[in-house]
Structure formats: C-alpha cells, structure tokens
C-alpha cells in the first residue's frame, strides 16, 4: 500500500497508508476537526485552538512507536506467554494503531465538557464517550474497515476493533495492547500532555518520551503464579515514567482545573442543556447515534451566536463568566469541608454552583506501573518513586458565584471569617 505523510507539530511527519487514510476521510472522523481537543480553554490559554483531530493522529503514532518498541524488546515473552508468531505481531500491530485512531470518535461538543449532557443507562450510570466511539466504529466505519483491500491479509473486523476500544475483549493478549490505549503510561496522555503543553505555551505536560519509549517493555509477572505479563519500563525508565505521572498531575492542577475553565465548563454544559431536545444527547445507537454525529462545536457556536443558548450561552459569547468565590485545599481535609460547607449556606441564593475538581493521580494497586530490575526481578513504580507513593488523590471543592455578585459575596465571606 501507498504510504503518505502527515506533518505533526509534536511528533514530526506521521506515516499512514491508504487504508489509514480511507478511514480518515470518513464523516465520522472529519468530524474532529470541528471538535476543539481542551474546549474553552482558549479563554485562558488562546493558544488552545487544537482539536481531537490531530490528538487522534498523534495517539495513533505514539502507539504504534510503543508496540514496535514492545515487540522489538520483549519479542521472547510475547512469543511464549501469548504464542505470538510474527504475522500475529503484524495483525495486532494494525489493530492497535486503529483503536489508537478512533479512541476519540464518540466525543461531543467542547470534549469533556459535554459528557456531563450524555443520557443515562438504565442502571442511572452516563454513558462515556467511549461507548460512542465504540458504536460510530460499529455503525458508520464497518465498511471502510473490513472492506479495504488493505485488509485482506488482516482480517480484522469493525467489531474487533469496538471491542478493544472498549476494553471487552477476552483473549489475554489483547487485554495486554490494551494498556497502551487505556493505562497508566498510555498513548492517550503520552499525546495530550506534550500537545497541550505546546499549543498553550506552557512547559507543565512536557516528559521525556523517547526514554520511555526506549525502556518499555512487557514485564513478566514475577511475583505471582500464571500472572500474565503486563506494560512496563526497565529499570533506566522509571524516572521517565514518573515525570510523566508527576506533567500530569501539574497539567490538571494548572491547567485542566484552572478556575476559569471550570467555569466554562460549566456553562458549556448549560448552555448544552438549553439546546438539546429533553436537555442531553441521544444515546449511541442507531437512529440516535446518527443524530448525535450531527452536533460538533460549529453547531453549538452557531446556536449560541443566535442566542439560543440561554444566559450562559450569552456569558460564554461576551466572556461574563461565574467567578471563584471560595476554595478548598487540593486535598481537604475535616476543618477544610466544614468551612466549605458554611461557606455555602452564607452564600444561600447567590450561590451559582459548586464544583468538586477530583481526580485520583495514581492508584497504588495491580494497576501500578510494573518496573523490570537487574536479574528479571519486578518492582513497581510507586516503591521506586516516594512522590508517585504519597500522591493524594485531588478533591477540591469549589464555590462559583455571578459576577455581578462576587463584590456581594465577598463581602459577606469576608464578615463571616
């Protein structure tokens, strides 16, 4: 097959091939670039214009130099844990890259943003954005996947690749590729924390990924009987590894949950709810789905440039956002929520709303980066790293009031201390 190139301002040029390409040409993919990757963080950081669309291109890449890497380094273990042969290798190499490209399908208007509009299962749990990605692969890039002449040695099917995406597949092998997708060193965060960090202009998400690609490798289970063998560094990787957990953390703390952004969130899910019919999105699948391919950020600017987006459609247009009002620590504690809690009731009616920025850093749990010492022996990052062990994990809670409240607010605030 043909290959091109595509130039990438993180990753250098990213090499695809014809079918790669077929793929990215349809509707459903084109659809990300009408998709901002960091919603209305360009409030706050202008440079922040980038979209899913590129991210997938650079997910897809990041992955690919992750199996190559596995594959070349730990060909020994592959081949006697999971009896890999080497067209095996090739076969899964291609569905990696393409779970890798349409991880991020099923998004919705201003990303993350919309997922608090998904519509509920009947157990009241929200559907993900993965579910969507999953059923748009099923429904919309069944053909342009099993029917490429580029898939003829493959044989890889539209569901395989929904399956991976969703993390359901049985065969042990697979549940392995699937760390490099949806783990704690994936190729998700490798992407994001270097692509935002550049097109904000900030230097908190920046790691040394070519160490980390240099020292990855499938680790065995050493410490446990039949233990299937997991992703990992060699023990020159590890400070890799944890500079990277350590950009995250940093790009959520700065950036991710900056007040300001938290905010626009916020209005943005409002904003959403006004325009939607029965206030959220359809559900992924069939008639529905097609009907939720139809709302991009282009739909929702335009709505609110009409003004049909309500007040907060308004406050985002002329960037009259709610302001912080009140905080707790990143980790608070009793005293801490107590005084939230009085906070609030002082507020009583001018409160606007209140938001909780949680996030858990890292798990000390079999999820644990696997590390691979001198002798084959297995450690795991967090016995290695003393800030990867005592990260806590983020539970601010936040108070947000209108603006033309905050002097009343803070006034009161104020008397109350």
């Known amino acids: 097959m043909i290959n091109s190139y595509i130039r990438c301002p993180v990753h250098g040029f990213i090499e695809m091939d ?6 990215i040409a349809q509707p459903a993919f084109q659809r990300l670039r009408r ?15 980038h979209t899913r669309f590129e991210h997938s291109l650079g997910v897809m890449d990041v992955a690919t130099r992750l199996y190559d890497a596995i594959a070349a380094r730990s060909s020994e273990v592959l081949k006697s844990e999971f009896g890999y042969n080497d067209d095996g290798l090739r076969r899964d190499r291609r569905l990696v890259r393409l779970a890798a490209l349409l991880h991020d399908l099923g998004h919705g208007p201003f990303s993350h943003a919309a997922e608090e509009v998904f519509p509920k299962r009947d157990n009241g749990e929200r559907f993900q954005h993965e579910n969507y990605s999953a059923a748009i692969v099923r429904l919309r890039l069944k053909d342009a996947i099993e029917n490429h002449p580029g898939n003829g040695n493959y044989g890889i099917e539209a569901e395989d690749v929904a399956a991976f995406l969703e993390g359901s597949v049985k065969m042990a092998k697979m549940l392995f590729w699937w760390e490099l997708i949806n783990g704690k060193m994936d190729a998700d965060r490798m992407d994001y924390l270097l692509r935002d960090s550049l097109h904000l202009g900030v230097r908190y998400g920046t790691y040394d990924i070519d160490r980390l690609i240099n020292t990855i490798c499938a680790v065995p289970d050493t410490n446990e009987e039949n233990g299937a063998p997991r992703v990992g560094v060699m023990e ?15 790009m959520f703390t700065q950036v991710y949950f900056h007040k300001t952004r938290v905010a626009y969130d916020y209005h943005i899910g409002e904003a959403l709810r006004k325009v939607l019919p029965k206030g959220s ?30 007040d907060h459609g308004k406050r985002i247009l002329n960037r009259n956002h709610y302001r912080k009002i009140y905080a707790t620590k990143e980790v608070p504690d009793e005293d801490d929520l107590t005084q939230f809690d009085d906070a609030k009731t002082k507020l009583g009616n001018m409160l606007g709303f209140e938001s909780v920025a949680e ?20 450690k795991s990052l967090s016995e ?3 800030p990867i062990y005592n990260m806590a994990p983020n539970k601010q809670q936040l108070l947000y009031v209108k603006p033309e409240d905050k002097d009343k607010a803070e006034t009161i605030l104020r008397k109350s201390t």
């Open 35 to 49: 998709i901002r990757q960091l919603g209305w963080t360009d409030y706050i950081y202008p440079g922040a214009m």
């Open 236 to 250: 020159g990787g590890w400070h890799a590894a944890e500079s990277m957990v350590l950009a995250r953390y940093y």
């Open 359 to 378: 996030k858990s850093w890292y798990k000390v749990d079999k999820t644990d980066i696997p590390v691979l010492m001198d002798q084959s022996q297995k």
């Open 384 to 386: 290695l790293s003393s």
């Open 18 to 23: 014809d079918w790669e390409l077929e793929i």
């Open 281 to 310: 999105f359809p559900k992924p699948q069939g008639s529905e789905l097609e009907s939720y391919l139809e709302w991009d950020d282009w739909k929702m600017l335009g709505l609110i440039a009409e003004n049909k987006a309500g």
